[in-house]
């Protein structure tokens, strides 16, 4: 079989925040895995990728997040190529979509509401149980901290609401404060693939404002198999094959996922998820052929 023509378009710097170098990382590790099965491998950023007019590669594999980045790799996905992630499910993975997704389709996630951030009532707020409200941008990932807010009381959550209608956020998912552990993963879909730890022990959090928030790990006991089936259907749902996300473990060991995102930085286990990566990546394309 002839090498497999792959381009890789790594992720815009301003879209990890906190983990330009993890992201860069992870990406290199990836491509420098498919080149030794084979593969050639043509590097290029969002920027460049936009501006190119034609793309000879068949295969693309990606963690660009730029809206106008995921408009034309839906474009060239509909037009025969081959993408890993996919630009549809990518944009599944923006915050109003991945809730909605989830919630569809009986992932364990928390109670949620989808509202416009010029929204003034009180209703959504007054059905969300427990105390404080977690405000998140909706049409997007979190780029900057604000992007994910806790608010203690509802006047605050409003403020919060206003400040992404200055900013152009047209909407925002409002979630109950769950309280329990936090607990990070990393995947790769249909694979053996499954890292989890508690990213407050390891130091390995975007921002430390969210630990002082939900508190210290506290280690509760939870079905692990259980929650990488859930992590897994959740990929099915979003239709990504390379993901990570948190969940929130409760005293019960009930457990809820509260974010999924497509490629994360895979920090904690880059040199082993690599080759599992490069791996799903090759098994995706070849069986294109």
Excluded at 112 to 124: E, I, K
Aim: aromatic share 12%.
């Amino acid at each position: 079989m002839n090498s497999l023509e792959l381009l890789g378009v790594h992720r815009n710097k301003k879209f990890s925040p906190n983990h330009i170098g993890n992201d860069d990382a992870i990406f290199s590790l990836t491509a420098q895995a498919l080149e030794r099965m084979g593969c050639t491998v043509s590097i290029c950023c969002e920027d460049e990728f936009l501006q190119r007019e034609t793309i000879d590669q068949p295969f693309i594999f990606t963690m660009g997040r730029q809206k106008e980045v995921v408009k034309k790799l839906q474009e060239l996905e509909l037009a025969g190529k081959v993408i890993v992630n996919s630009g549809f499910g990518i944009e599944n993975c923006f915050r109003t979509n991945m809730t909605k997704g989830l919630v569809e389709n009986g992932v364990p996630y928390p109670k949620s509401f989808v509202v416009p951030t010029s929204y003034a009532g009180n209703d959504v707020f007054e059905q969300l149980p427990g105390k404080g409200f977690w405000i998140k941008r909706g049409d997007f990932h979190a780029i900057h901290k604000e992007d994910v807010s806790f608010a203690a009381s509802i006047g605050e959550a409003k403020e919060i609401l206003r400040e992404y209608a200055l900013r152009d956020i047209p909407d925002a998912v409002i979630s109950e404060h769950l309280i329990g552990d936090l607990v990070k993963f990393y995947a790769v879909r249909n694979t053996d693939f499954f890292y989890w730890f508690y990213p407050y022990a390891n130091n390995h959090h975007k921002y430390a404002d969210y630990e002082n928030i939900n508190g210290k790990s506290l280690y509760y006991s939870f079905d692990e198999e259980a929650l990488r089936k859930a992590a897994n259907a959740s990929a099915e749902v979003l239709n990504v094959h390379i993901y990570g996300g948190d969940a929130i473990v409760g005293k019960d060991g009930q457990f809820h996922i509260i974010d999924l995102n497509d490629w994360p930085s895979f920090a904690p286990c880059r040199q082993e998820a690599s080759e599992s990566i490069a791996q799903a990546i090759f098994q995706r394309f070849t069986i294109a052929i």
